[in-house]
């Protein structure tokens, strides 16, 4: 019923016919309350492309370099030029303390740079966490009418492959690359009940990273408000959790759950060792040293 998708068949588009029997075997693609897990295998791109094209959709992405940070930008925008949603209508937010050391990137076709300014930080927990709050304000006040769609990405990462349109939904999380086949007590949520983002051992789903999650404008800007208080609830309790925002996104997404899922594919770490589920790397955390790129 391709009609439906108000999309008309154009002669010589031809694709692999989907199987209601044949899938990856070795991989869940989907979670117990039925959200889809992207992985490799999973979807057809030129399909999944086609049938969002016809959408014009604009996809905000926003990264933060303070500090030391901006010396990731050249690899994450570069590589991203090449990988990220090539043909859609892309705007980046990039936020930073230092907007001279923005380099030059050539743009590709519908991709747009927006440079912001912000106040440096003392603690990089601090640069970590605020940016809950910076992209609750975004969301608010700009973006109603600028995009449909928001991913907010780590800047100290890489991209290797695709990253395009099977990644979008209402609420996407993404699985964390270290614990996607551990047993959820061994994962690392926060586990003092004084903090709000307590999660009991027994609890839990998956564990998810802070360093990418994204989805339509209202459910992002739901979790970054929601995930904003309830860091600051902490605060006033003299409490931080473990990993900090990553911790109550974690909460977060427990009672709120995604729509899809994004494998380890979408997050991986340049230095972690080959992983047989693993057919494509698409954005991978560069090694750092922390200590020689943090301010405290
Ligand atoms: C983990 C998470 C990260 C965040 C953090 C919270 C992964 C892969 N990453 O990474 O998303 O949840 O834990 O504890 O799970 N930043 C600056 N300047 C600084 C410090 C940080 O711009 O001086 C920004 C930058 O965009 C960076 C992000 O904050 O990508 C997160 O900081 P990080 O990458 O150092 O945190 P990390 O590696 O512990």
Known sequence: K??????????????????????????????????????????????????????????????????????????????????????????????TDHPEEVPEVKMGENHRLIVRKVPSMNRWQDISMGRMEILEKLIKNELASEADYIFCLDVDAKFYGRWGVESLGRLVGVIHPWYFDAPRDKFTY????????????????????????????????????????????????????????????????????????????YLWRDINAWAAQIKVVRFSHVAKNNAEVRPN
């Not at 049938?51 to 500090?67: E, H, P, R």
């Not at 003299?238 to 974690?250: D, F, P």
């Open 2 to 95: 391709l009609k439906n998708f108000g999309l008309r068949s154009p002669v010589g588009f031809v694709y692999n016919q989907p199987s209601a029997l044949v899938s990856r075997t070795d991989v869940a693609s989907v979670t117990s309350w039925l959200a889809p897990i992207i992985w490799e295998g999973t979807f057809d791109a030129t399909l999944i492309d086609f049938i969002y094209k016809q959408q014009n959709l604009t996809i905000a992405t926003t990264v933060f370099a303070l500090g030391k940070y901006t010396r990731f930008l050249k690899d994450f925008l570069e590589s991203a030029e090449q990988h990220y949603f090539v043909g859609f209508r892309v705007h980046y937010y990039l936020f």
């Open 190 to 265: 926060e586990r003092r009940p004084e903090s709000q983002a307590y999660i009991p051992v027994e609890e839990g789903d998956y564990y998810f990273t802070g360093a990418a999650f994204g989805g339509s404008l209202e459910d992002v800007h739901h979790l970054t408000k929601t995930c904003r208080e309830q860091m600051n609830i902490d605060i006033a309790n003299s409490i931080e959790a473990l990993w900090h925002e990553e911790s109550h996104l974690n909460k977060y997404f427990l009672h709120n759950k995604p729509s899809k899922l994004l494998s380890p594919e």
